[in-house]
T-cell receptor, first 112, second 111 residues
């Protein structure tokens, strides 16, 4: 079993729709969770972080965390073509040495 | 504010040639630093991480090495490149929140 599982996609949604990106993780010690967006040919950039169960909203983005189910998701409302990218899920074990483990990412395509 | 610099942006090197990629961080002290590699269409592979000067941990045995000669400088090296070393190399540092900030990356093509 991979430490972090993400559907590789591509996930295709029409412009204006809600994109739902899912991630499961195996390490129950994970405390914090991060979502990164990576445009083709660019480095990953941090877009959301969530530390406790429930939802966290930031603009068009909502992160959802369920530690009991070891599941974290990212919702993108009113999807735009500029949201087309690969989204990486990264659980963290804390601020120690090798804190983050990255999933392979889900490629999102927003169709105009 | 903290920034991370990585260079060069692109590099084309022949097989068997040496490699040196440099990463520097500004605006923070004693950061945890990381080198990742991303092959085309693949996920991030952790290569090395460092918690301080001269302290390097290797995650994957290969013909690459890393050094940290100064607190905010992290260098990735190879004595002889292989074709399989081609990829997108990323330096990152970890923030107090636990998230990582990545440099802009170096795209290495070994020919």
């Amino acid at each position: 079993q991979k430490e972090v599982e993400q559907n590789s996609g591509p996930l295709s949604v029409p412009e204006g729709a809600i994109a739902s990106l899912n991630c499961t993780y195996s390490d129950r010690v994970s405390q914090s969770f991060f979502w990164y967006r990576q445009y083709s040919g660019k480095s990953p950039e941090l877009i959301m972080s969530i530390y406790s169960n429930g939802d966290k909203e930031d603009g068009r983005f909502t992160a959802q965390l369920n530690k009991a189910s070891q599941y974290v998701s990212l919702l993108i409302r009113d999807s735009q073509p500029s949201d087309s990218a690969t989204y990486l899920c990264a659980p963290s074990r804390g601020t120690g040495r090798r804190a983050l483990t990255f999933g392979s990412g889900t490629r999102l395509q927003v169709q105009p | 504010s903290q920034t991370i610099h990585q260079w060069p942006a692109t590099l084309v090197q022949p097989v068997g040639s040496p490699l040196s990629l440099e990463c520097t961080v500004e605006g923070t002290s004693n950061p945890n630093l990381y080198w990742y590699r991303q092959a085309a269409g693949r996920g991030l592979q952790l290569l090395f991480y460092s918690v301080g000067i001269g302290q390097i941990s290797s995650e994957v045995p290969q013909n690459l090495s890393a050094s940290r000669p100064q607190d905010r400088q992290f260098i990735l090296s190879s004595k002889k490149l292989l074709l399989s070393d081609s990829g997108f190399y990323l330096c990152a540092w970890s923030e107090e929140t636990g998230g990582y900030t990545f440099g802009s990356g170096t795209r290495l093509t070994v020919v």
